[in-house]
């Protein structure tokens, strides 16, 4: 069987899975693309056997699903495509309206936090499609994740523009952990060697992509609509491992989502080495 594994459609996970495209290590993989919240969605519903899913969801559904260890999409500053988009700045956003992206849980909540702790701002929230015209038909700000928010990063069109990533860092000084790669606990439990060897491939396809950072932005450029400059700025920025400091940084998202009720707790972290070592 093929495993089947999530893909988002955003640039901030070509890295992860540009090698395995050039690597030849595409066809041991079923491939299933869409944004966060909806390969969240799948994998909740056993549709996935292994998927990037958000940090929050991760948290708010730890007894189901066994990390990787290796892989995160995470920022340790700005990361360019989470961004908020305002009419006023940030400091007037009390009492007006502030429209979330459907398409990220994590950044949801990280907005709520860098607005309650970082400014002591609880403006009102609505949940919608990330169409932009028609978020600032309702709302004075708006969250934006992947590629559109990139653009309005790179271009800002008349907007205030705040990174989460760099607003995050100066609240907690902490990494930012946006997505963690997971499988179904019941698929690491039935499947571990395939299970091993999907991870493998990752390992592998990050190794090469550090290594081609050059080469990824040559290859999209050709259907970007930004430069070779910003895309290497970009990549560049952008964190993938899951070592110390981004368990810590993860560790401590999870401390200020339950400080503004987003959580009712902070989720262990379960890793696919704990299944492999159980099932012997």
């Known amino acids: ?14 890295p992860l ?4 495209v050039k690597g030849d290590m595409i066809l041991d993989l079923d491939l299933v693309k869409g944004s966060p919240t909806e390969l969240n969605d799948l994998l909740l519903k056993d549709k996935l056997d292994i998927s990037p899913v ?13 990390l990787f260890p290796d892989f995160t999409v995470s920022s340790d500053d700005k990361v360019r495509s989470i961004i908020l988009l305002s ?6 956003l009390a009492g007006r309206t502030v429209a979330l992206s459907s398409t990220s849980a994590t950044s949801q909540v990280l907005t709520k936090i860098v ?7 609880e403006p009102d929230y609505l949940v919608v499609p990330p169409v932009v015209t028609d978020m600032f038909a309702s709302a004075d700000a708006a969250l934006l994740i992947g590629d559109i928010a990139l653009r309005y990063y790179v271009e800002r069109q008349g907007f205030f523009v705040y990174d989460l990533g760099a607003e995050w860092k100066k609240l907690t000084g902490k990494r930012m952990v946006y997505a963690v790669w997971a499988a179904r606990r019941g698929f690491a439990v039935e499947h571990p060697e395939l299970l091993t060897h999907v991870f493998m491939l ?3 396809s990050m190794e090469y992509s550090k290594q081609h950072i050059g080469e990824i932005c ?3 450029v050709k259907w970007e609509p930004f430069s070779r400059f910003i895309l290497d700025e970009y990549f560049r920025g952008l964190r993938f491992d899951f070592g110390p400091d981004a368990r810590e940084g993860l560790r401590t998202y999870y401390e200020l989502a339950c400080k503004i009720g987003a959580l009712d707790e ?3 972290l379960h890793f696919i080495d704990d299944v492999l070592e159980a099932t012997g």
């Open 1 to 14: 069987m093929r495993p089947k594994v999530g893909h988002i459609e955003f640039l901030n996970c070509l």
């Open 17 to 20: 899975y540009y090698g395995l």
């Open 54 to 66: 958000s940090s929050i969801e991760y948290a708010r559904n730890s007894g189901s699903l066994i």
């Open 87 to 92: 009419k006023v700045p940030l400091e007037e």
């Open 115 to 121: 607005l309650k702790m970082g400014y002591d701002i």
């Open 202 to 204: 990752f390992r592998r």
């Open 218 to 220: 040559d290859h999209a």
């Open 266 to 268: 902070i989720p262990s």
